[in-house]
């Protein structure tokens, strides 16, 4: 009898509470398609074949960059693919990693980076409960941005444990916000964002959507993530509906994640980035009289603020994990 390391074993034991919801939709599809066709179950057998085949097959083509990423993860992936109930959590997370592997650099076709296991199996748990391109894509890229040299390295729970509370909406709220919103970086070397505000026809367009309620939960949500400035959203004094969705540093940091950097940010944003000074000379001729300084120490305060929060959740994170 084969005997799973502990990591494996919860990993493993997460998987099991979708089993029965699972169970239960593959019997009721079973049961409606024969009641309409009059088919019997057998009928259905070359096509249950022909998608174990193109998800074993999947499979084969990722398992060795895994297995060389991160062992552990790759048996979890392995016990997915004997459960034909787990099958579309295991091609979530096939794609997911397909994508992972696109933003890697690889040398001479082998990868000189490894991934820590609490990361690989995090993402793989959470993950794989999504379908969803947008969102798999930013998936890939936190598995990405967590391999390093020694893969020693667990910085991106703190991403992961954002990203799988992200709906859809916000997570393309992030994504413009975050590519264009001007950054100033500050005399300490933190990177904040110039102030974003937007057009409510705007935000429709980005989001996708046109409720406007809708809408303004999700912009409650993203600044109770800390995401977006904390006088982000809508103001209920304002009959124009602009949204202000400036990105916090947290939120930068987040966007660098997803897409798989783990480099200096300010070389990341050299061609959107201006020092404080320039900044502070360029609201002094176009706002004459306005409190820069005010409003450069608030901005310094919400970066101090979200660094404190950082450190505070990540010792809640490791809490937790020996608490287990």
């Known amino acids: 009898m084969t005997t799973l390391n502990p990591s494996i074993k919860f990993a493993h034991s997460v998987f099991l509470v979708t089993e029965i919801y699972v169970l239960f939709v593959t019997e009721t599809i079973v049961l409606l398609v024969t009641k309409n066709s009059a088919l019997l179950f057998t009928d259905y057998k070359p096509i249950a074949e022909a998608i174990n085949t193109a998800v074993v097959k999947s499979f084969e083509g990722i398992e060795g960059f895994l297995k060389g990423v991160c062992a552990p993860a790759c048996e979890e992936v392995g016990l997915l693919l004997k459960d034909q109930l787990r099958f579309w959590r295991l091609n979530n997370i096939l794609n997911i ?23 690989a ?22 598995f990405a941005s967590s391999c390093s040299i020694d893969g020693e390295d667990d910085e991106n729970l703190i991403f992961i444990d954002i990203l799988k509370q992200l ?3 916000e997570a393309r709220i992030i994504k413009y916000a975050c590519e264009n919103g001007r950054k100033i970086i500050c005399n300490n070397g933190l ?9 409510c026809t705007k935000l429709f367009e980005i989001s996708r959507i046109t409720n406007l309620h809708r809408l303004d939960r999700e912009l409650d949500h993203l600044r109770s993530l800390d995401l977006i400035a ?6 209920s004094s304002d ?6 969705i400036s990105p916090s540093g947290l939120a930068l940091n987040l966007y660098l994640k997803f897409q798989g950097y783990n480099g200096d940010p300010t070389q990341y944003w050299k061609t959107n980035i201006v020092t404080y000074e320039d900044w502070q000379k360029e609201m002094d001729s176009n706002h004459p009289g306005r409190d820069v300084n005010s409003l450069l120490t608030r901005m310094k305060e919400q970066s101090d603020e979200m660094l404190e929060k950082m450190q505070a959740f990540s010792k809640k994170i490791d809490t937790r994990d020996l608490d287990k």
């Open 239 to 244: 009959a124009e509906l602009n949204a202000n």
């Open 121 to 142: 199996l995090s993402i793989i748990e959470n993950g794989s409960l999504n379908d969803n391109d947008e969102i798999q894509e930013l998936w890939a890229g936190l």
């Open 191 to 199: 990177i904040i964002s110039d102030e974003l505000t937007i057009e």
């Open 167 to 169: 709906t859809v909406v």
């Open 230 to 235: 904390g006088i982000g959203g809508f103001s």
């Open 97 to 119: 990693l397909q994508k992972a592997k696109g933003k890697l650099e690889f040398v001479d076709d082998k990868l000189q980076i490894k991934s820590h296991p609490r990361i």
